[in-house]
């Protein structure tokens, strides 16, 4: 055990010993493992809304400074911007250059016997990083954001083949959870009985976003509910033979979708982002099944609130678990 790790061992018993309130009530140990210090600033402020509201050990171990760094905060912390009370314990650890023993080590000494294991994991380059495998086996919830450090669509190829190599581990992702209103969004066009001939009529897709991972995932969750499968890189084939174009564009924000526009042979259904109101979709429907415009809205979550939706849905998403299939099927097309 390194002497940081002992020093912050000590000081929570002390600390504990003179307090009032009892840490034995916390619902879950957090642990955070990220190696930017930006990310690590970033994440503390959503760490902290989230700690907040469930009564938490918090455990950062941060990759950007060495062991001898360490940190331990029991009700609050004055040291970064815009941090709110929390209703536990919060300490940090640095961690760089350590390896998988010593990061799976430092969370069995500091977790909570009582209080299951929340891994995020805000670092890149999961698939063969022998720190994440061996780290995730011991939580309880697994958190990624496969579109956190970059647009493109390499974090969502990490994640894919990391669970190819770990098919027992469940992992949620941020990416996919912040797809649910363009997912009723694209419900809605199909909510009655003379427009369900449409959604299998289907012969093109068009998704624009900021970012790689949320398109693909939006992708793969239209072919897995519709039982496409890809036949071709930029095509899907669904039961009949009938094939179904689709296109990706890069526009817009990162981590958010700015346009999903859906083709049948008649009919074109186009939900996109309002110009001047970011927080509605537009929902337009022309040609044979044309309808009224209609709008959606889109309620920002934020980072704490989605991280919180993963562990509340836990490992039973068999949707998502589909769509992360077809997304992987799609990457492997077009590799």
Same mark, same amino acid.
């Given at each position: 055990?390194?002497?940081?790790?002992?020093?912050?061992?000590?000081?929570?018993?002390?600390?504990?010993?003179?307090?009032?309130?009892?840490?034995?009530?916390?619902?879950?140990?957090?642990? =955070?493992?990220?190696?930017?210090?930006?990310? &690590?600033?970033?994440?503390?402020?959503?760490?902290?809304?989230?700690?907040?509201?469930?009564?938490?050990?918090?455990?950062?171990?941060?990759?950007?400074?060495?062991?001898?760094?360490?940190?331990?905060?029991?009700?609050?912390?004055?040291?970064?911007?815009?941090?709110?009370?929390?209703?536990? *314990?919060?300490?940090?650890?640095?961690?760089?250059?350590?390896?998988?023993?010593?990061?799976?080590?430092?969370?069995?000494?500091?977790?909570?016997?009582?209080?299951?294991?929340?891994?995020?994991?805000?670092?890149?380059?999961?698939?063969?990083?022998?720190?994440?495998?061996?780290?995730? %086996?011991?939580?309880?919830?697994?958190?990624?954001?496969?579109?956190?450090?970059?647009?493109?669509?390499?974090?969502?190829?990490?994640?894919? *083949?990391?669970?190819?190599?770990?098919?027992?581990?469940?992992?949620?992702?941020?990416?996919?959870?912040?797809?649910?209103?363009?997912?009723?969004?694209?419900?809605?066009?199909?909510?009655?009985?003379?427009?369900?001939?449409?959604?299998?009529?289907?012969?093109?897709?068009?998704?624009?976003?900021?970012?790689? %991972?949320?398109?693909?995932?939006?992708?793969?969750?239209?072919?897995?509910?519709?039982?496409?499968?890809?036949? %071709?890189?930029?095509?899907?084939?669904?039961?009949?033979?009938?094939?179904?174009?689709?296109?990706?564009?890069?526009?817009?924000?990162?981590?958010?979708?700015?346009?999903?526009?859906?083709?049948?042979?008649?009919?074109?259904?186009? /939900?996109?982002?309002?110009?001047?109101?970011?927080?509605?979709?537009?929902?337009?429907?022309?040609? =044979?099944? *044309?309808?009224?415009?209609?709008?959606?809205?889109?309620?920002?979550?934020?980072?704490?609130?989605?991280?919180?939706?993963?562990?509340? /849905? &836990?490992?039973?998403?068999?949707?998502?678990?589909?769509?992360?299939? /077809?997304?992987?099927?799609?990457?492997?097309?077009?590799?």
């Amino acid at each position: 055990m390194s002497n940081g790790l002992q020093s912050v061992l000590c000081e929570l018993t002390e600390r504990r010993k003179s307090r009032h309130d009892r840490v034995d009530v916390a619902l879950m140990t957090l642990v =955070a493992f990220f190696e930017d210090a930006t990310v &690590g600033n970033w994440l503390r402020d959503r760490i902290h809304s989230l700690a907040v509201k469930h009564p938490s050990r918090v455990i950062l171990l941060d990759g950007s400074q060495t062991e001898t760094t360490h940190h331990v905060v029991s009700s609050s912390c004055d040291q970064h911007e815009e941090c709110v009370k929390t209703r536990g *314990e919060w300490v940090e650890i640095g961690v760089a250059g350590s390896d998988s023993e010593t990061l799976r080590s430092a969370i069995a000494a500091l977790a909570l016997p009582q209080a299951p294991v929340v891994l995020i994991w805000a670092a890149g380059q999961i698939a063969h990083d022998a720190r994440f495998a061996g780290v995730s %086996a011991h939580a309880r919830t697994i958190v990624y954001n496969s579109s956190a450090l970059s647009n493109d669509e390499s974090g969502l190829r990490q994640l894919v *083949e990391f669970v190819h190599e770990h098919p027992d581990v469940f992992v949620s992702d941020l990416a996919y959870l912040r797809l649910a209103p363009w997912q009723e969004s694209v419900a809605l066009f199909f909510d009655g009985r003379s427009v369900i001939r449409e959604l299998f009529d289907l012969r093109r897709v068009e998704i624009a976003s900021g970012s790689a %991972a949320e398109a693909y995932y939006l992708l793969g969750w239209l072919a897995s509910r519709l039982e496409w499968a890809p036949c %071709a890189p930029d095509r899907f084939c669904n039961r009949f033979g009938t094939e179904i174009e689709f296109a990706l564009v890069h526009e817009g924000l990162p981590r958010r979708i700015r346009r999903v526009a859906l083709q049948s042979s008649r009919s074109q259904f186009v /939900a996109e982002l309002q110009t001047d109101d970011p927080h509605a979709i537009a929902l337009t429907v022309t040609g =044979a099944a *044309e309808h009224p415009n209609r709008y959606h809205p889109i309620v920002d979550l934020g980072t704490a609130a989605l991280i919180e939706r993963a562990i509340l /849905a &836990g490992n039973k998403d068999r949707i998502f678990h589909d769509t992360l299939l /077809a997304a992987s099927e799609i990457l492997a097309r077009r590799s």
